[in-house]
């Protein structure tokens, strides 16, 4: 990670009642499975990387395009340091996103360098999991590869810089 990043909990359900996968968020992104469970209606095991290599079947639908299918990987691995407390406080105004001011809600970030490492069952997928989790994503057609930032991995508070991150390849240690 380039930046630190934010991977609340997810309840079991929405505030109007439907049900979701729930999910403990904290150092482990919200994008992977926390354990056995279906995505895109396939069994895929804990640790799976719950991602795809295009767009979501409802806006697919709604673009008149192709869904994404699912990229195959999981994560292996991971380094993290000390999490980081991510506050503020809001003022009293009618375009603050609390129009009352106060104190905001405190997350704890997972903190910049932290390295996650993840193994693709072909090079192919591995590419595919680059593109989705490199800050500037894949290449699109003209223009400069690094010139826009595309992909914020941080479930929240990505629009303000949180979860920019690169990818690069590992090899195994042989033993």
Known sequence: LLTPAIFPAIPDQTSDGRPMTPHGGGWLPNWIAEKDQTFEGEAVPAGSVLLLDGLGKE????????PGKPI??????????????VTGYALTHEIADRADGGAKSTHLAV????????????ETEAQKLAAALNWHGGTVPGETLGSRI??????LLGE???GLGVC????????
């Open 72 to 85: 195959r990987a999981r994560l292996v691995a991971a380094i993290i340091g000390k999490s980081l407390p």
């Open 111 to 122: 903190p910049a360098g932290a390295v996650y490492y993840f193994e693709a069952t072909s």
């Open 168 to 175: 690069g390849t590992w090899t195994p240690h042989a033993t």
């Open 160 to 162: 303000k810089g949180f």
């Open 59 to 66: 806006k697919a639908r709604r673009k008149h395009l192709p």
């Open 150 to 155: 595309r992909n914020r991995r941080s479930t």
